[in-house]
């Protein structure tokens, strides 16, 4: 299945990315040849063979629920630049980094 530079478009403008117009080509080219080894998978012959789930012979280790004391909050925050109300200010990545 080979995939449009359209559909490439179409699912960056989704992820909010945005891509030259030789970087859409080649993603449309490197998606398409992905695509085209998953299907070639499909004529693979899987009759009889077992399902695998895992390959871990281990079960899953659960331990007791138990609350323990958290570190002080002061000591957290000893090495935060920049903080209010023990919430670490970071920089706005939404709205092109602007003040919201």
């Known amino acids: 299945m ?8 179409h699912v960056a ?6 891509f030259s117009e030789s970087e859409t080509e080649a ?8 695509v085209e080894m998953v299907e070639m ?5 899987t009759q009889g063979v077992a399902v695998t789930t895992t390959m871990a012979d281990r079960k899953t280790v ?17 090495n935060v630049p920049e903080k209010e109300n023990y919430f670490i200010k970071v920089p706005a990545i939404l709205d092109d980094g602007g003040d919201a």
């Not at 403008?13 to 945005?18: A, E, G, I, N, R």
């Open 41 to 45: 998978l499909e004529e693979v012959d």
């Open 2 to 9: 080979k995939l449009s530079q359209e559909e490439v478009r």
């Open 62 to 78: 659960i331990r007791e629920d138990v609350a323990e004391n958290g570190t002080d909050r002061d000591l957290l925050f000893k």
């Open 27 to 34: 993603f449309a080219t490197t998606l398409s040849k992905i």
């Open 13 to 18: 403008k989704l992820s909010k990315l945005t």
